[in-house]
């Protein structure tokens, strides 16, 4: 425990962060739901009943029981432990996608909007091609390209997304590169590079945590759209998307299989979501009372 | 004199269209140059004979420069050749020819499903501003921005179509054949599809409309006596009807790309079987006509609706 700070400076971080979760409940439920489920993934071999891949013939299409809680799928692979692996396909896909795209977006957009002129209107229309396509389309046709796997089809999804972050990144850098402060760095002979990493980026950083919440959603839906038309994750490993795939293909013999892992999907969804939402409104002061 | 300033506004926009359709037609192409390994030997596919080999190496003439490629496969594509499907040989051309439709009225249906469903829906958030229903509604809206379309489909089709028996489960009608049936196979995964859109325009309705009531400008109108309908009705959604048009821009190029995973779960012969087909079985010319249709579609509709914009938007005019 550090010694009490006067009050003239600001809050420290960790103050920041619980007085937002405690004003804004959305935000906590959001995140509390998310750490939960990063907990799951983590001990999900120690927690889960089953291993994911174990068959059981005598469990085929098992309806919830004490030895199966969500029952079991069309191999007799028990449905509560295929979730929580699948939870943990999930997760690191989205996270993989967004990094991918927060690497490729963010430098573009810091270039883009710091060196203005001819770069500048070149990567700008480069980004308004990208956004032109419809994201699934183009990500299908680039897991197509670089061949099917749940590797290859977030690192599609990944590309996909970048043309967004570049250009809120962009936006951003436009405004802060005619401050004083980065004015006068720039007086001091700083280097570009040193400038961008030092001074601007930090100052667009806000709205693009945001974003990369909101956009760590759209990602959990690509992976489950990708697996679920059999370009994401390959059999046996599991993710909700091709759990939901498998449900499908049995949907008339045992409907209640597509339940869990659609629940799923739509509740990680909408704690990112939240999460996203609240925290824009936490970081930008002149979205309040929206 | 506006007239003319108009006509400038659109002159511009269609000129800022030119780069943005030559550089996606330029991203669809490059798509090749992803492909790991020897372009030609990986899209020939395991145990393929040398001659299919040297086929699809002179298809693309991928022993030129890349530049000469890509302006041989524009060339084509310019005068409406997209080349041969790899698999079937059939015209990618007439493949898209007989998909486009199928995923049109889908995507059409789900655009009216979302005004229909989601206008109204914004209107009385709106004016119930942090009210219960406002509460209720925008939770639903949260929802149905998170919800898997294709999951939606599936409990759909479960319920509606196994259980019920009220629609057909899966393929589809063409219009011009029997137009009945046509709307009745497309209404589910219509629906399915909506969610999100429904979602989008109660938002974008609700946040335009809550900050025209809250403006000066309607408060006089308050004061002089005029009931809270009229207000709704006269200064509210007249000025709102404008925004709705960017919203459905945007929409167009959700929904197309949405409708893709859709119609799997109800087994439409659509743009996105094709693509999802293709791309499983390595089918490029197939992929690459698919994307540049769609990317073409989404140009021209955004195209359209910002001229419908200019036009009606005093302020841009």
């Known amino acids: 425990m550090s010694a009490p700070a006067p009050a003239a400076l600001p809050p420290s971080l960790p103050r920041l962060v619980l007085n937002w979760l405690r004003q804004d409940k959305r935000g906590a439920l959001g995140l509390g739901f998310l750490l939960l489920l990063a907990l799951i993934s983590v001990l999900a071999p120690w927690i889960a009943p089953y291993s994911p891949t174990e068959q059981d013939f005598s469990a085929i299409f098992a309806p919830p029981s004490a030895d199966h809680?969500?029952?079991?799928?069309?191999?007799?692979?028990?449905?509560?432990?295929?979730?929580?692996?699948?939870?943990?396909?999930?997760?690191?896909?989205?996270?993989?996608a967004v990094g991918i795209s927060a690497l490729i977006g963010v430098p573009v957009g810091l270039i883009a909007g710091y060196l203005g002129g001819w770069v500048d209107e070149m990567i700008s229309r480069v980004i308004d091609s990208f956004l032109s396509f419809p994201a699934i389309v183009l990500a299908i046709a680039v897991t197509g390209a670089l061949g099917i796997g749940l590797t290859n089809g977030m690192i599609a999804v990944g590309i996909v997304f970048a043309p967004q972050l570049a250009r809120l990144v962009r936006a951003r850098t436009l405004v802060v590169r005619n401050e004083l402060y980065v004015d006068s760095v720039r007086c001091f002979g700083a280097p570009t590079p040193q400038i961008l990493w030092r001074h601007v980026l930090p100052n667009t950083i806000q709205p693009v945590i945001v974003q990369i919440t909101l956009l760590l959603a759209a990602a959990l839906l690509a992976e489950a759209s990708l697996s679920f038309l059999g370009l994401g994750i390959q059999p046996p490993d599991a993710s909700?998307?091709?759990?939901?795939?498998?449900?499908?293909?049995?949907?008339?013999?045992?409907?209640?299989?597509?339940?869990?892992?659609?629940?799923?999907?739509?509740?990680?969804?909408?704690?990112?979501?939240?999460?996203?939402?609240?925290?824009?409104?936490?970081?930008?002061p002149t979205m309040k009372g929206h | 004199m506006s007239l003319s300033r108009n006509g400038r506004a659109i002159r511009r926009r269609l000129v800022q269209t030119v780069p943005v359709v030559i550089l996606a037609t330029f991203i669809v192409f490059a798509l090749l140059k992803l492909v790991p390994g020897d372009v030609a030997v990986t899209l020939a596919g395991d145990n393929a004979s040398e001659q299919r080999i040297a086929e699809i190496r002179a298809l693309y003439g991928l022993d030129r420069p890349f530049l000469v490629q890509y302006l041989g496969w524009l060339g084509n594509a310019v005068q409406g050749d997209l080349s041969r499907s790899l698999l079937s040989s059939e015209a990618v051309r007439d493949s898209i020819a007989r998909a486009f439709p199928n995923t049109l009225l889908?995507?059409?249906?789900?655009?009216?499903?979302?005004?229909?469903?989601?206008?109204?829906?914004?209107?009385?958030?709106?004016s119930r501003r942090d009210g219960w229903l406002d509460r209720a509604f925008m939770a639903f809206a949260s929802v149905g921005v998170a919800v898997p379309n294709f999951w939606l489909g599936m409990?759909?089709?479960?319920?509606?179509?196994?259980?019920?028996?009220?629609?057909?489960?899966?393929?589809?009608?063409?219009?011009?054949?029997?137009?009945?049936?046509?709307?009745?196979?497309?209404?589910?995964?219509?629906?399915?599809?909506?969610?999100?859109?429904?979602?989008?325009?109660?938002?974008?309705?609700?946040?335009?409309?809550?900050?025209?009531?809250?403006?000066?400008?309607?408060?006089?109108?308050?004061?002089?006596?005029?009931?809270?309908?009229?207000?709704?009705?006269?200064?509210?959604?007249?000025?709102?009807?404008?925004?709705?048009?960017?919203?459905?821009?945007?929409?167009?190029?959700?929904?197309?790309?949405?409708?893709?995973?859709?119609?799997?779960v109800f087994a439409i012969p659509g743009m996105g079987g094709l693509v999802v087909n293709a791309a499983l079985n390595r089918d490029f010319p197939v992929v690459q006509g698919v994307v540049l249709v769609m990317v073409l579609v989404v140009v021209a509709v955004n195209l359209l609706t910002d001229i419908l914009y200019s036009t009606f938007d005093p302020r841009v005019r």
Not at chain 2, 167 to 190: C, I, K, M, R, Y
Not at chain 2, 194 to 220: C, F, N, P
């Open chain 2, 155 to 264: 409990l759909l089709v479960s319920t509606f179509a196994l259980r019920l028996n009220w629609f057909p489960a899966t393929g589809a009608v063409p219009l011009s054949v029997d137009p009945g049936s046509a709307l009745a196979h497309a209404f589910l995964p219509a629906l399915a599809l909506a969610a999100g859109g429904v979602a989008e325009v109660m938002r974008q309705l609700r946040a335009s409309l809550v900050e025209i009531l809250s403006s000066q400008h309607v408060r006089t109108l308050h004061a002089k006596g005029l009931s809270p309908a009229a207000i709704l009705w006269r200064h509210g959604l007249k000025n709102v009807s404008v925004n709705l048009l960017t919203v459905i821009g945007l929409l167009f190029n959700r929904l197309l790309a949405a409708t893709v995973v859709v119609e799997a």
């Open chain 1, 240 to 284: 909700w998307g091709s759990m939901l795939a498998r449900a499908y293909q049995n949907m008339e013999i045992a409907p209640e299989q597509m339940y869990p892992p659609g629940i799923m999907i739509l509740l990680t969804a909408l704690a990112f979501n939240l999460l996203g939402e609240s925290l824009r409104e936490a970081l930008d």
């Open chain 1, 69 to 96: 809680w969500l029952g079991a799928d069309d191999l007799g692979r028990d449905t509560l432990s295929r979730l929580i692996d699948g939870g943990r396909a999930s997760l690191y896909a989205s996270f993989l």
């Open chain 2, 106 to 126: 889908l995507v059409v249906m789900a655009l009216v499903l979302a005004l229909v469903i989601g206008i109204p829906l914004g209107v009385i958030a709106a």
